[in-house]
Every structure is written in structure tokens, then in C-alpha cells.
């Protein structure tokens, strides 16, 4: 079965510098997405993505962030200036998008573990 | 977002049935309810969803109360392996992500 991919699994970075996080979604899906959970709380949305454009972001995702589809397959989530509380699991998810967004699941990545210290 | 109220904690028997409930009476005629559960260190992952009638699929099964403000997944004989975090989540008309709550931590006992 189909999965999406992230990489790495585990990410550490000093405070202050940029880190990349990658996902390679399910290669017919449309839409994607990343999520993030600290440790000991909820799965929280950051950012959706579709048609090369963000869709819709929250309050989490402020202009230290920011998303790309490079070239076609890869998704990645870029912190450009990274600090303690961004430590965090993230998670990318892509869905087919089919009839309708309702009836089609998310399918998400094992994530990647970012340590900043 | 539709609030959704979960039991914190739940506890289950090998090879017995699951019921896990969830209340949702704030949600319209045309959200949908999609059920997630994450394994430990893992990422979500979709267990089913409906609309009205009753859902079956290969990974449980989905009640949904007649007035829709409640609903049940159906784990029909737990396993190890079904031991999770579930995420009951509505699906607001014009949202277009899922919005997880805290869920219902299920221990299986062997």
C-alpha cells in the first residue's frame, strides 16, 4: 500500500538555524498537509497546500515558516530560524482529494522528530 | 470547530469487543465524522467515516446515533495492536482539515 514518506526521522538543530523537513506524498494525491504534536499534546494543524498555494494556515505557521513543492514529488516545510518551543513531532499527510474532501482520508507520514537546543 | 467530548482513558481484554464513544451534539445535518487513531510513535491514521447510516470496514465500525450528536466506533475483537490514541473528528461543511482533540487512549490487556 501507498505511504508517504518524511525524512529524516529525527532532526536536531541548535536554536537560531534553518532545518528543512521533507515528505514525499502519495504520488495521485492533491492536497497536503503538515501537522505538528509536542510532546504530551494534541496533533496540531499547521498548514494545508493545493494547486501550488497555500490553502489555508493557522496561527502556528507565522512567517518563520514556510512550505514548498520543489519539484513535483517532494513536500517539505521549512523553519528558517528555528527556536526551543519548535520542538515538536511533524507530520505530513497528503489525500486524493477525490469527489469531495469529506469522503477522502488523510494519510499521514511517521513524522519527523525535531529537537532544537 | 464542531466540540467533540471523549473519554480520556479507555480499557479493553484481548479478543474482546470495543465500543468507543463520542459526543458531538453541535454538529450540522452535513458534517461528516471521521475516526483517527494513532499508534504509539506513529503518525494518524485513518480508521473510517460516515455521514447517517451505519459504516463497516475492514478496521471496525462506525454507529452513528439517529440524531447524529453521538457516535460509536466498533472495534470487533481488539488486538495488541489496536492499542491507541482514537480521534473522533467532525468535518465542518467548508473546512478543509481535520482538527484533532485529545481522544480516547485505549489499552488493550493481554
Known amino acids: 500500500e501507498p505511504e508517504v514518506t518524511q525524512t529524516p526521522s529525527h532532526q536536531v538543530t541548535q536554536m537560531g538555524q534553518e532545518v528543512i523537513l521533507r515528505c514525499v506524498p502519495i504520488s495521485n494525491h492533491l492536497y497536503f498537509y503538515w501537522y505538528r504534536q509536542i510532546l504530551g499534546q494534541k496533533v496540531e494543524f499547521l498548514v494545508s497546500f493545493y494547486n501550488n498555494e497555500i490553502s489555508e494556515k493557522s496561527e502556528i505557521f507565522d512567517d518563520q515558516f514556510s512550505v514548498e513543492r520543489p519539484d513535483g514529488s517532494n513536500f517539505t516545510l521549512k523553519i528558517r530560524s528555528t527556536k526551543l518551543e519548535d520542538s515538536a513531532m511533524y507530520f505530513c499527510a497528503s489525500s486524493e482529494m477525490g469527489t469531495s474532501f469529506y469522503n477522502s482520508p488523510l494519510h499521514f507520514g511517521n513524522g519527523t522528530r525535531l529537537t532544537v537546543t | 470547530d464542531a466540540k467533540t467530548t471523549q473519554p480520556n482513558s479507555m480499557e479493553s481484554n484481548e479478543e474482546e469487543p470495543v465500543h468507543l464513544p463520542c459526543n458531538h451534539s453541535t454538529i450540522s445535518g452535513t458534517d461528516y465524522i471521521h475516526w483517527y487513531r494513532q499508534l504509539p510513535s506513529q503518525g494518524p491514521e485513518y480508521v473510517i467515516h460516515g455521514l447517517t447510516s451505519n459504516v463497516n470496514n475492514r478496521m471496525a465500525s462506525l454507529a452513528i446515533a439517529e440524531d447524529r450528536k453521538s457516535s460509536t466506533l466498533i472495534l470487533h475483537r481488539a488486538t495488541l495492536r489496536d492499542a491507541a490514541v482514537y480521534y473522533c473528528?467532525?468535518?465542518?461543511?467548508?473546512?478543509?482539515?481535520?482538527?484533532f482533540g485529545q481522544g480516547t487512549r485505549l489499552t488493550i490487556n493481554p
Open positions: 473528528i467532525p468535518l465542518i461543511q467548508g473546512a478543509q482539515k481535520l482538527v
